[in-house]
């Protein structure tokens, strides 16, 4: 059953909840109804029909008017990173929708939707980061972005979307009848958390499956992408060990931000990529860092581990890989990119830094 729950819900999106309003309508058909022969019931019922009356319309129009998304952060156009976009027009040639690269400071790549009103002009999102292009070189990047067009094509993306904005139906109902004040938002709420709790383990799996699907479509296309998954693994420990803990340490007492982390991960480049090429680097597991944390809240949790995704594209063990020898971030950058996305990445840490040690002090 929730299998077809989530299944309906990836397809149709917010328009699943006309599948809760149409019980709705039939009780409010059912009771006009009732008034030509039981008006004293009719009447009494309307304390439960009224307010279940006016819940379906506030439903109703929460559906029309989900919110959309706030503006994108942090785009690259065709113009500022020529190599890039050709490399997404190469491994995916006809886009179905408008498009738009995004940058972040991550050591992820995601692919996601941006829908206007209505659910309406839809773009499709590749969110690359920056690290992710510091540590792989050309032939990575195409695999790993081989991965992500696989979620768009195989509706992975749009499906994500669904689920959002199925939940964003109900932040208006929401509003009309407070779920802590009202029986009917408290309802509303208990069915929406118990059924929101149930989706959520259904979606892991989904999701999981997603990722072998990604892989595979991006295996089908290039050799490369069992190299990737070891190049991203080994640099996920690398820059734990190399750039975060050194600078958590680091933070603690500062009396001045420590210097940021860009350009801590392009001062130790060339040790990344040397522990890039082994995977002997995971001897201990990274702690969630932000990254993981992006990547769960945009696929609801678990993706599968390195070793499940290796062993579904052949591998029992880590291939022996070539190093980087270019990273991506120069041969896909131009150098006045490069440097802008440093500065702002670095500016805005840095900032968020002398708040945090400000607050502290
Ligand atoms: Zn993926």
């Given at each position: 059953m929730a299998r077809i729950v989530v299944w309906l819900i990836g397809r149709l999106?917010?328009?699943?909840v006309i599948l809760v309003l149409l019980p709705i309508a039939l009780i409010g058909y059912g009771w006009l109804g009732l008034f030509d022969h039981h008006p004293y019931v009719a009447l009494a019922a309307a304390l439960v029909v009224g307010p279940l009356s006016v819940a379906g319309v506030t439903l109703a129009l929460g559906m029309l008017l989900v919110p959309g998304a706030p503006p994108l952060k942090d785009t690259l156009s065709r113009e500022e990173a020529p190599r890039l976009w050709a490399l997404w027009d190469e491994i995916d040639?006809?886009?179905s929708k408008r498009r738009a690269v995004v940058v972040t400071d991550q050591l992820n790549a995601s692919m996601g939707e941006l829908r206007g009103s209505?659910?309406?002009r839809r773009t499709e999102i590749l969110a690359v980061g920056l690290p992710l292009l510091m540590a792989c070189d050309e032939a990575a990047i195409w695999a790993i972005l081989a991965h992500e067009v696989g979620h768009a094509r195989l509706a992975h993306a749009s499906g994500l979307t669904n689920v959002n904005d199925f939940v964003g139906s109900f932040d208006m109902l929401f509003l009309y009848a407070d779920p802590h004040d009202t029986v009917l938002g408290g309802l509303a709420d208990l069915a929406l958390s118990g059924g929101m709790r149930r989706l959520k383990r259904e979606m892991r799996a989904v999701s999981r499956r997603h990722e072998f699907e990604a892989d595979a479509f991006a295996g089908a296309q290039t050799s490369d992408a069992a190299r990737a998954l070891v190049i991203v693994e080994a640099t996920a420990h690398s820059m734990d060990a190399l750039v975060h803990r050194p600078l958590e340490q680091e933070l603690l007492g500062a009396v001045s931000p420590p210097p940021p982390p860009i350009a801590r991960t392009a001062a130790h480049l060339a040790e990344i990529h040397r522990r890039g090429?082994?995977?002997?680097?995971?001897l201990e597991k990274p702690r969630a860092s932000g990254d993981l944390l992006a990547d769960e809240a945009l696929y609801g949790s678990t993706h599968p581990t390195f070793e499940e995704r290796l062993k579904s594209l052949g591998y029992d063990a880590p291939p022996e890989i070539a190093p980087v020898a270019t990273p991506a971030s120069a041969a896909l950058l131009p150098p006045e990119t490069l440097a802008r996305l440093t500065k702002t990445f670095d500016d805005r840490w840095t900032r968020e830094a002398r708040w945090f040690i400000d607050g502290n002090g």
């Open positions: 999106g917010r328009y699943a040639p006809k886009p209505l659910g309406l090429v082994t995977a002997t680097a995971r």
